[in-house]
Structures are given as C-alpha cells and as structure tokens.
C-alpha cells in the first residue's frame, strides 16, 4: 500500500490483523548551534536545519478520526511543531502492545529523531501531507 497522506496510514494501521498502538514524535525544525552560513541561508529559505523532537504520544487507531484532530489535540499543549514522525507498533496474540513496550519504542523513535535517523519513519508536515527527505 502507498501512502500519500495521514488518512492512507491510519487506514493501513487499521487493517492490520493485530491491534496496533500508533507512534507519534512531534518535531521543530531548528539551526544548530554551530553552523555554517550556508547551513543558516537555507535554515532561513525554510530548508535544511536540524530537527528537535518536542513531544510524543502513543493512540489506537480506533481514537483518532484523522490527521486534523491530531493537529487540533496537539494544539492544546501549547507546543509548536513542524513535522510528526509516526511508526506503528502491532501487538501479539490479538492483544495491543504492552505500555512499557510503548514506552521503549516512543523513547527509541526520540533518540532515532534527535540522530536523524529517521528513514524508517513516516514523516507529515502539519497539513498531514508525507514528507519526502532528501
């Protein structure tokens, strides 16, 4: 299945035969401290700069009736954001995902984001369109 967007995700995580708990890393994009005058020219034309994880969540798909009430929800915590990185984790024996195992891999998905190594997430800008890395 290709996903094009948060409603492809959400109805790929719901297919699944095991329950799934849905992963989400909310993330700024910000400059690094010791850059270059090219790494700030184009932190300033909206590309490039690091990406700070600020928040993360854990939901069933069955909570969330799409990208816009996530969007809404994480409004109310104040906290700004520029992009989600999203993973799903799929439960055993139709059982969801113990909490620690979330847990484990919330905080897994935060140091993975902090390295940049983000390639095995998917990513939607605040519009819930996926983001494409280059």
């Not at 409603?7 to 329950?19: G, H, N, T």
């Not at 909490?99 to 905080?107: F, M």
Request: aromatic fraction near 8%; charge should be negative.
């Amino acid at each position: 299945m290709q996903i094009a967007d948060f409603s492809d995700f959400l109805a790929a995580a719901r297919s699944q035969d095991e329950p799934q708990r849905l992963l989400f890393v909310f993330a700024v994009a910000e400059l690094p401290q010791t850059h270059s005058p090219g790494q700030k020219k184009r932190f300033e034309a909206g590309r490039g700069g690091a990406l700070a994880p600020v928040m993360c969540v854990d939901k069933a798909p069955a909570d969330l009736g799409g990208f816009a009430a996530l969007a809404a929800e994480s409004r109310h915590t104040g906290q700004a954001w520029d992009m989600v990185f999203v993973a799903a984790l799929p439960g055993r024996d139709d059982k969801t995902p113990e909490q620690n195992d979330v847990e484990r891999a919330l905080r897994m998905m935060v140091d993975a984001v902090h390295r940049g190594a983000i390639e095995r997430f998917l990513a939607f800008d605040p519009d819930g369109l996926t983001v494409q890395f280059h």
